[in-house]
């Protein structure tokens, strides 16, 4: 890395400096004539090229699916990323809280709940795979403490993990995948279904 300036980096590639504007460059100043890696996406304008670049796969997808919501730019989804996690805007978009995107700089009140609804269902891999991991297929006795844990961790209370868990499992010789589950206990509980 060659440089470091409010949000943008020029990383060093093949003798050629790209800038690529980023997160938390704060945390790369230290990181000076370091190596570095990005996961990266252009985006083409009209009237310019501009690098992305992220430090995990989920902050990029998540990136690319904001860029889908009618009236987010490239600004306005890295702004939301420098303030929240992906794991955090898995957890207010599944609780249809559009609360933390309000404190997002740029972000009004409209476009705060746009974004809410719009991702609504375009999150759940990202959540599932957090639970599901490197686990694979499990039984559903072993899987259900990693969901509730799961659900718990994206902001539902310990008793609505809990009832949507005991609601959705089925014969322990079964093979579920974390997935599978999470996904299931996701609806259930955006759906106001869950029997306590």
Same mark, same amino acid.
């Given at each position: ?19 690529? %504007? ?6 790369? /100043?230290s990181?000076r ?15 310019? $090229?501009?690098?992305f ?5 989920? +902050?990029? *997808? ?16 890295l702004?939301?990323?420098s303030?929240?996690?992906?794991? %955090? ?5 599944? /609780? +249809?809280? *559009? ?12 476009t705060a709940? =746009?974004?809410?609804?719009? =991702? ?9 795979e ?23 961790? =994206?902001?539902?209370?310990?008793? *609505?993990? %809990? ?17 599978? $589950? $999470?996904?299931?206990? =996701? ?5 106001g279904?869950?029997?306590?």
């Amino acid at each position: 890395m060659l440089d470091v300036r409010s949000g943008t980096v020029v990383v060093d590639v093949g003798g050629v400096g790209f800038a690529v %504007e980023v997160t938390g460059t704060q945390a790369l /100043a230290s990181a000076r004539g370091s190596e570095v890696f990005f996961h990266t996406m252009l985006v083409v304008r009209e009237d310019s $090229l501009t690098l992305f670049g992220f430090a995990t796969r989920d +902050e990029l *997808d998540v990136f690319s699916i904001l860029l889908g919501v009618s009236g987010v730019g490239p600004r306005s989804a890295l702004g939301v990323l420098s303030v929240l996690s992906p794991d %955090e805007i898995v957890a207010a978009v599944i /609780a +249809e809280d *559009d609360k933390p995107f309000r404190s997002v700089s740029g972000i009004g009140p409209k476009t705060a709940k =746009l974004i809410t609804v719009s =991702l609504a269902g375009k999150l759940d891999s990202l959540a599932a795979e957090a639970v599901a991991g490197a686990t694979g297929r499990v039984t559903v006795s072993t899987g259900s403490a990693s969901v509730q844990a799961a659900l718990v961790g =994206l902001g539902w209370s310990e008793r *609505d993990a %809990e009832a949507a868990v005991a609601q959705i499992t089925t014969p322990a010789d079964r093979l579920l995948s974390d997935q599978e $589950l $999470l996904r299931t206990a =996701l609806a259930l509980l955006g759906s106001g279904g869950v029997v306590r």
